[in-house]
């Protein structure tokens, strides 16, 4: 086992004195199912923890199995998606669900290397599922993470490989489930890009609190910049001609009409469903691609 190092063993301590403190009201924590826990997953790598609430449920109940997904067509996939945004995230799952059930006999494979060659699970997820779903001792870096690691063990940035060392440390010789879930909890509710440090539960073991200096958690790994907003983007564009071909398939004058073109996004909006795969012309009408 690799030993932790104080300041990593000091975080480590202090989540887990202050694990139900920090515990959201997320449905799929605690969850040890690794499909489920694998949606969630991909659920949540662009889309904020709210909406992903309100979706993860329903799409399970429509494919509680990767085999129900698998079985399914592309088209019901990405209807089942609706309201994520990010639509070539419920291609790329359908493909997962194909590739678990062609390669591992139905089960979503356990080991970090069978997870991140599943389609559309980059190292972040895969982990993630490794360590919610599996209890493997790996650790997750997200943007929540990332800050947290670079602010109360490091204050310093951190490339990304760093970032991944000290969580992999975090949780080695322990399970790695509920520290992980803390880490992420602490980052997402308390040390957030404005830090609330005064009423952090973990201050006390904090480097940067305590040595002071400027912010280390900017330009950190895994630090991303907050995305542009949704509504007027080509994304709500996106999302609003496959809601409509929900319904079925459309003529191209009709689906203009019924979305709007939103400064003549529509036509990109349109190209770009197409070029990915998820939309396709089929007898003079546009379709959801089965
Ligand atoms: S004390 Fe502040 S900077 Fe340190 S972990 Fe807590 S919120 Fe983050």
């Given at each position: 086992?690799?030993t932790?190092g ?8 202090a989540?887990?004195a ?6 959201r009201d997320l ?6 199912d ?10 949540l790598?662009q889309?904020?923890?709210?909406r992903v609430?309100?979706?993860?449920g329903?799409?399970l109940?429509h494919f509680p199995?990767?085999a129900?997904?698998?079985?399914a067509?592309?088209s019901e996939?990405?209807?089942q998606w609706v309201g994520?945004?990010?639509?070539r995230?419920?291609?790329s799952l359908h ?5 678990i ?7 979503v494979p356990?080991?970090l290397?069978?997870?991140?060659a599943l389609?559309?699970l ?8 490794a ?8 650790g997750?870096?997200d ?6 690691l670079a602010r109360a063990?490091a204050?310093a940035r ?5 970032a991944q060392?000290?969580?992999d440390?975090?949780v080695?010789?322990v399970a790695s489930?509920p520290?992980n879930?803390?880490?992420l909890?602490l980052?997402?509710q308390f040390c957030?890009p404005?830090p609330?440090c ?5 201050r006390?073991?904090c480097?940067w609190r ?6 280390p ?11 542009p907003p949704f509504?007027g ?5 996106r999302g ?5 071909l929900r319904?079925?398939p459309q003529?191209?004058r009709?689906l ?11 036509e990109?909006?349109?190209?770009a469903l197409?070029?990915?795969g998820?939309?396709?012309v ?9």
């Amino acid at each position: 086992m690799t030993t932790p190092g104080p300041e990593v063993a000091a975080l480590r301590a202090a989540l887990r004195a202050a694990r139900r403190s920090l515990a959201r009201d997320l449905p799929w924590i605690g969850c040890r199912d690794p499909w489920s826990v694998l949606v969630a997953e991909v659920m949540l790598q662009q889309t904020s923890t709210g909406r992903v609430i309100r979706r993860w449920g329903p799409f399970l109940e429509h494919f509680p199995t990767p085999a129900t997904c698998a079985a399914a067509t592309q088209s019901e996939v990405v209807a089942q998606w609706v309201g994520l945004g990010f639509n070539r995230r419920a291609q790329s799952l359908h493909r997962a669900a194909r590739a678990i059930e062609d390669h591992h006999g139905g089960r979503v494979p356990s080991t970090l290397d069978a997870l991140v060659a599943l389609p559309g699970l980059g190292p972040y997820s895969a982990r993630a599922v490794a360590s919610f779903a599996f209890g493997r001792a790996v650790g997750v870096v997200d943007t929540n993470a990332g800050r947290v690691l670079a602010r109360a063990v490091a204050n310093a940035r951190l490339m990304p490989a760093e970032a991944q060392a000290l969580a992999d440390r975090l949780v080695a010789g322990v399970a790695s489930a509920p520290v992980n879930q803390s880490l992420l909890d602490l980052g997402a509710q308390f040390c957030r890009p404005r830090p609330h440090c005064e009423e952090c539960p973990v201050r006390t073991a904090c480097r940067w609190r305590r040595e002071g200096g400027s912010d280390p958690a900017r330009g950190s790994a895994g630090v991303t910049q907050a995305q542009p907003p949704f509504a007027g983007s080509s994304r709500e564009m996106r999302g609003a001609v496959v809601r409509a071909l929900r319904d079925g398939p459309q003529s191209r004058r009709a689906l203009r009409a019924r979305v709007g073109t939103l400064d003549g996004r529509f036509e990109t909006a349109l190209a770009a469903l197409e070029h990915d795969g998820l939309v396709e012309v089929w007898r003079g009408q546009i379709r959801l691609r089965a």
